[in-house]
């Protein structure tokens, strides 16, 4: 349904390196670059990040991104760890939402609610 979602944020250069850290044990990188916003994905520009136009607190976005395996959700969430990301929830199974969902939510530096999830069996 969504071709892409970009999203505003305080500090740019943080941002970045948090994106830069957790999407790439996704398969994702910087694809473009298009004044001081940033597109990433893995083979069109599909998130993107940019500066917010005016100073004020944002209201907190939950937003998943896919996950290929179990193992990819794991790095997802270490390398939120690493990059010193508030943790909501650890890596696990959450069958409330179905019997393979697993998924991990931390913040981002924005204070958004951010997960990776993968629906493939163990």
Do not use: C
């Amino acid at each position: 349904m969504l071709d892409h979602l970009g999203i505003q944020v305080s500090d740019p250069a943080a941002s970045a390196a948090f994106y830069d850290a957790v999407l790439a044990p996704l398969g994702a990188r910087r694809i473009l670059e298009f004044g001081e916003n940033i597109g990433y994905g893995t083979s069109a520009p599909d998130f993107w990040i940019g500066p917010a136009p005016a100073p004020g607190k944002a209201r907190e976005s939950h937003f998943a991104f896919t996950a290929p395996d179990r193992e990819s959700v794991d790095a997802f969430f270490a390398a939120a760890v690493g990059a010193g990301a508030e943790v909501l929830h650890e890596p696990r199974v959450r069958p409330e939402y179905h019997e393979h969902y697993y998924g991990a939510f931390v913040r981002d530096p924005d204070g958004n609610n951010v997960e990776a999830v993968s629906h493939a069996p163990a």
